[in-house]
């Protein structure tokens, strides 16, 4: 039974994490901040509640439903976590896979929109570009789609390299082979779990990481179009993702799964360190750029690199 109400559970709980951050981070810089409740449990009530206009999309069913999408995904994730002795669930093919497609939502809503929160304007909505012959005409949607792109290719490489240590260190590609395996205890695993860390930042796509935004806390790139409800499950997907990882970190790393009371309390006072850690960081980080992005992620995955050769090579 506790298996299969880990996602229910994780989901109850990731609604509390905004605000945890915001506090943290406010305490931090010397300000009150919001309350705990009103980033994430209470935002998700009033957006639930808002009006829903159909965006101006290609196709807007497959744009509205596509956070829905990735909610389901991460469940999954859950689930192969918590149900590691079916193979063809718990393997480092399939959740690795999982995660990218939760990544390439971003790159289609950006493919799907073109105008701003529904409305088409009075002139082309473009960013980028003019009436010059070969210069590329941007939307601020496709433009968000770009950096997306580009984060999911070059920035969230640590992330999968981190993940991909522990299996390398048994020389499995199954998840049963890990769970009881406390792999952080090793050098290998620290030199990846400093990695992961980086890549679960990244991986955010928040503060001080929000590349993927046309223009931070301003326009919200490619989920532009995302209101009413649905922007209820955008706001859901981002906070289940804080959990998610924290519960992978946790399978991999200390193998221990959710698939009891005690290991899922584990699980999840994991998890919640992760949000807390990140909301540290972001409250010294300064807004980066690509250029700082690339250099970022080839740190990490020169750490990551190094922990994947004592792994390799770990008897």
């Known amino acids: 039974m506790i298996k299969f109400l880990a996602p229910i559970i994780a989901f109850a709980l990731s609604t509390y994490l905004p605000g945890i951050q915001r506090k943290i981070e406010a305490r931090i810089q010397q300000r009150i901040g919001p ?11 009033k957006f639930l509640f808002k009006e829903c206009r ?17 909610i389901l995904v991460l469940i999954v994730i859950i689930y192969s976590c918590s149900f590691y002795n079916i193979k063809v669930l718990s393997n480092i093919i399939v959740i690795l896979g999982l995660l990218k497609i939760e990544e390439m939502m971003y790159i289609i809503l950006g493919s799907l929109s073109c105008s701003i929160m529904g409305y088409r304007m009075p002139y082309v909505d473009e960013c980028l570009g003019a009436k010059v012959y070969e210069v590329t005409k941007l939307s601020l949607e496709q433009l968000g789609a770009i950096r997306s792109f580009k984060m999911i290719t070059i920035t ?9 240590l522990p299996f390398v260190n048994e020389k499995t590609i199954f998840l049963d082979s890990i769970i009881g395996k406390p792999f952080i205890l090793s050098l290998a695993g620290i030199f990846g779990a400093i990695t992961f860390f980086i890549g679960y930042i990244i991986a955010l796509r928040e503060y001080p990481f929000s590349i993927t935004h046309a223009k931070v806390d301003i326009i919200e790139g490619p989920t532009m179009e995302l209101m009413g409800k649905f922007r209820t499950f955008y706001l859901a997907l981002k906070e289940l ?29 994991i998890a919640l360190t992760f949000p807390i850690m990140a909301a540290v960081v972001r409250a010294f980080s300064p ?15 020169l750490l990551g690199s190094v922990g994947f050769l004592l792994a390799l090579l770990w008897q």
């Open 54 to 70: 159909n965006p101006d999309s290609k196709l807007p069913k497959l744009y509205n439903y596509l956070p829905i999408l990735s």
């Open 287 to 301: 807004m980066l750029l690509f250029k700082h992005l690339y250099h970022i992620s080839f740190i990490a995955t």
């Open 156 to 164: 969230s490489f640590p992330l999968y390299l981190a993940i991909f």
């Open 35 to 45: 309350s705990i409740l009103a980033p994430g449990f209470w935002a998700f009530f």
């Open 241 to 269: 993702l804080l959990i998610t990882l924290g519960i992978l970190f946790t399978t991999l790393y200390l193998g221990i799964p959710p698939d009891s009371l005690i290991n899922l309390a584990i699980n999840f006072a």
